[in-house]
C-alpha cells in the first residue's frame, strides 16, 4: 500500500503595512496661537533651531500648514498628542 503525504501551508500572518510607511505630522494654522509662541513649541517638541522653528511658523502662517515631521506612524502620533498639548491644531497623513 503506497503512503499519502499531505502537505500544509500555513499563511504568514499580515503585518501591518501602514506602520511602515512614512507618516506626516502636519501643523495647521489657527488664529488663536502667537507667532512667537507656535515657535517656542516647535523648539520644545523638536528640538529644532529657532530659525528653522520660525520657517515651519511662517509656513504655518502664510500657507496655512506645514509638515513639521515625517517618519513612522508610532512617533508621529506621538508628535501629534504633545502639539496638541500646546494647543496646537496637528494631524497626521500620510507621506507621498
Same mark, same amino acid.
Given at each position: ?42 523648539q520644545k517638541i523638536f528640538g529644532?533651531? #529657532?530659525? +528653522? !522653528? ?6 504655518? %502662517? ?9 517618519? &513612522? #506612524?508610532? +512617533? !508621529? ?6 502639539? %496638541? ?9 500620510? &507621506?507621498?
Amino acid at each position: 500500500m503506497a503512503e499519502t503525504t499531505t502537505t500544509i501551508t500555513k499563511a504568514e500572518p499580515t503585518t501591518d503595512t501602514q506602520l511602515d510607511i512614512p507618516w506626516n505630522v502636519v501643523v495647521h494654522n489657527d488664529p488663536v496661537n502667537l507667532m512667537s509662541y507656535v515657535t517656542m513649541v516647535f523648539q520644545k517638541i523638536f528640538g529644532y533651531s #529657532r530659525d +528653522r !522653528a520660525k520657517r515651519h511658523m511662517l509656513e504655518v %502662517h502664510q500657507k496655512g500648514r506645514s509638515i513639521v515631521w515625517t517618519g &513612522a #506612524r508610532e +512617533r !508621529a502620533e506621538f508628535y501629534v498628542q504633545q502639539l %496638541h498639548s500646546y494647543l496646537l491644531l496637528a494631524t497626521l497623513e500620510k &507621506a507621498e
